[in-house]
């Protein structure tokens, strides 16, 4: 079976107002996922984005590029897979 997210969808509202710079990373949320037929649970969680990063193996998304103006007021989908290896 399959690895399974624990929920179809995942909203984040943050509010990203950085001027440091060089910019630091900025916690974002974290989806978590589940795999029925593994012992371990050891899942490999992945994210294709230029602003944001995924840890592989926590689900936790990150921030790591300042978002232009006329990002930072929208909604942006970003697709998370995970598989278990």
Do not use: C, K, M, W
């Amino acid at each position: 079976l399959e690895p399974r997210f624990e929920h179809e969808h995942y909203h984040f509202i943050t509010n990203i107002q950085s001027t440091t710079n060089p910019f630091d990373s900025t916690i974002v949320g974290q989806v978590h996922a589940v795999d029925p037929d593994s012992s371990t649970g050891a899942l490999i969680y992945s994210l294709n984005s230029n602003f944001f990063r995924i840890d592989s193996e926590t689900g936790q998304i990150d921030l790591i590029a300042p978002l232009t103006t006329n990002l930072t007021d929208q909604t942006i989908e970003l697709n998370v897979s995970v598989s278990d290896g």
